[in-house]
Nanobody
């Protein structure tokens, strides 16, 4: 059973960079055809797909976030990470990492990120 766990700062100041890590257990992030995804949900809004890194390291981003977002991985630690640059209060959300082949079969519990000075 694949398990995912997000970790991050909780609070980020406006204009700074948000960095989150998803630690994966019970499976490898290089498993064929898996996509390792970041999704967020701002308060009172729906889920927003941010991007993913595929099993082969290829990355895909939401067009609306592409200029400020990077997803990377550390295969030695079986982790993948999200970076969001120049955050604003609109980036406050619960951030989830998720994974699967054709759907989001596995989810982390989510981590709440506040953006405030």
């Amino acid at each position: 059973q694949v398990q995912l766990q997000e970790s991050g700062p909780g609070l980020v100041k406006p204009s700074q960079t948000l960095s989150l890590t998803c630690t994966v257990s019970g499976g490898s992030i290089t498993t064929s055809y898996y996509a390792w995804t970041w999704i967020r949900q701002p308060p009172g809004k729906g889920l927003e797909w941010m991007g993913h890194i595929a099993y082969d390291g290829t990355t895909y981003y939401s067009p609306s976030l592409k200029s400020r977002t990077s997803i990377s991985r550390d295969t030695s630690k079986n982790q993948f990470s999200l970076e969001v640059r120049t955050v604003t209060p609109e980036d406050a959300a619960v951030y989830y990492c998720a994974a699967g082949r054709r759907s989001y079969e596995y989810w982390g519990q989510g981590t709440w990120i506040t953006v405030s000075s």
